[in-house]
């Protein structure tokens, strides 16, 4: 057996999140609406923090969690904050995230935050395109 490196370790750990929280939203039992809807905003998160900016874009899936997919969509990214360390398990909802964002102490913090949501957001985006089936 090879010797994984702690990148390869933390790169698997993302994946693997990131395919477990895409896979169960695309499970029969949900809605094939809600399921199309989560995959249309997965492929988009990327682009839109770079074009906007993490915090932008934070803020306008913040404010549409009111619905189902961005809702689920911000309990994922919750989810990988907490796995990454940018919150702890006793953050409740999914504000918790947007205030990390806008709290951060350094440019250096945040540019960290962005780099490591844009990495899960890639996941994100491939595997809710590779595992949503269209009728």
């Known amino acids: 057996m090879t010797k994984r490196s702690q990148r390869q370790i933390k790169e698997l750990k993302v994946a693997k999140l990131a395919f477990e929280q895409v896979n169960d939203v695309m499970q029969p039992k949900n809605k094939k609406e809600n399921q199309k809807n989560y995959r249309s905003y997965a492929r988009k998160l990327p682009a839109m923090i770079q074009m906007n900016g993490l915090a932008s874009t934070m803020a306008f899936y913040h404010a549409k969690s009111n619905k189902n997919a961005y809702k689920k969509m911000m309990e994922h990214i919750q ?55 269209d009728e």
């Open 79 to 133: 989810a990988f904050f907490i796995e990454e360390g940018f919150l702890t398990n006793e953050a409740k909802g999914h504000d918790q995230v947007l205030e990390t964002i806008l709290n951060c102490e350094s440019s250096k913090q945040y540019r960290e935050i962005t780099t490591s949501l844009l990495h899960y957001a890639s996941y994100l985006s491939r595997f809710a395109e590779g595992l949503y089936e």
